[in-house]
């Protein structure tokens, strides 16, 4: 797993457009209606998005419209599935500890 794509993702608003695709494909002037940033900005974070194999690029006349690309997405998921035990271990701690609070 290539670390750059850690990188890609920890940007809020790459992630945010990331999540902003789940649904299907937006144009350009779409993604950018909803940031305040201008479309400029919104292009590059696409652009960075792109070189790293998480959306693709579909041009349609004048327009661009991006997709998700989600082999690349389970490769994140696939490296990241190792750690949930551990969170999950100390997320029911923490319930536990709550639970123990609660009763005095």
Do not use: C, I
């Amino acid at each position: 797993m290539p670390s750059d794509v850690f990188g890609v993702l920890a940007n809020p608003v790459r992630r945010r457009l990331l999540e902003s695709l789940r649904d299907g494909p937006r144009s350009t002037g779409e993604l950018a209606g909803m940031f305040e940033l201008g479309r400029p900005a919104v292009s590059e974070h696409l652009a960075v998005l792109r070189a790293a194999g998480l959306v693709r690029e579909e041009p349609r006349g004048r327009h661009r419209f991006y997709h998700l690309e989600p082999a690349r997405l389970a490769e994140v998921s696939e490296w990241l599935h190792p750690f949930e035990h551990y969170w999950k271990q100390r997320l029911d701690a923490l319930s536990d500890l709550l639970d123990e609070d609660n009763e005095t």
